[in-house]
């Protein structure tokens, strides 16, 4: 079965820091990978998605991710951390079941960003 | 364009009183799910539609039913509703395709006493 696993429920840095937060994933067959964002009180955002073709992805707001298949990891980052960037981060993977996708997500990770 | 609309925001209910929660969503996807936020467990799918007509189960379906009579609506409902179902309900759409991306509501906030 197709699953990801996000090391960390809380991440904190300093504003202007690097921010790196971990996605390591299970799959038997080449996985679709996505990072969503939710900030207080909203629902979910598209970062960015990995569909293979190139393996760093850039998405939204200065973020990054590059696919390691040897790793078996889908790392998120971004170069410099702003306040605003303080939210909660959900890495996931597609799973195409009779035809049909559905995301399985994993556990979260809180960024927190201090001035 | 709303994309997806979500009905009550939050709610406070009764054990044993049944709840319906709606979902509209005006993108036209074949796709609509239902997921239960909560805290250190990520979210978890309840139920799926993947066009209308159809629906299917996800990971935690007890408890929950879902209709999909049309493209647009997917209401999930609550028969009788269970402390253990205090959570903050997600619903979400998508094309259907492996590649596509989800489209989230801003979630109901439930809690059963």
């Known amino acids: 079965a197709q699953s990801v696993t996000q090391l960390g429920s809380h991440v904190s840095v300093s504003e202007g820091a690097l921010v790196l937060l971990r996605c390591n994933y299970s799959s038997s067959v080449p996985p679709y990978l996505f990072w969503y964002v939710q900030y207080p009180n909203q629902g979910l955002q598209l970062l960015l998605k990995y569909t293979s073709a190139a393996t760093l992805v850039k998405g939204i707001n200065g973020f990054e991710a590059e696919f390691k298949k040897s790793e078996t990891s889908f790392h998120l980052t971004k170069p410099s951390a702003h306040m605003s960037d303080a939210a909660e981060y959900f890495c996931a993977v597609s799973v195409m079941n009779t035809g049909f996708q559905k995301l399985v997500f994993g556990t979260g990770t809180r960024l927190l960003v201090s001035p | 364009i709303a994309g997806i609309t979500q009905a009550p925001t939050s709610q406070i209910l009764a054990a044993g009183r049944r709840m319906t929660l709606r979902c509209t969503q005006d993108?036209?996807?074949?796709?609509m799910y239902w997921y239960r936020q909560d805290l250190g467990l990520g979210l978890r799918l309840i139920h799926y539609s993947n066009t209308a007509g159809t629906t299917g189960k996800g990971e935690v379906p007890d408890g929950y039913s879902v209709s999909r009579a049309n493209t647009d609506d997917f209401p999930l409902t609550l028969a009788s509703a269970v402390p253990s179902q205090t959570s903050v309900y997600f619903c979400a759409s998508s094309v259907g395709t492996n590649t596509g991306e989800l489209f989230f509501g801003e979630g109901s906030r439930l809690t059963v006493l």
């Open positions: 993108m036209r996807h074949n796709a």
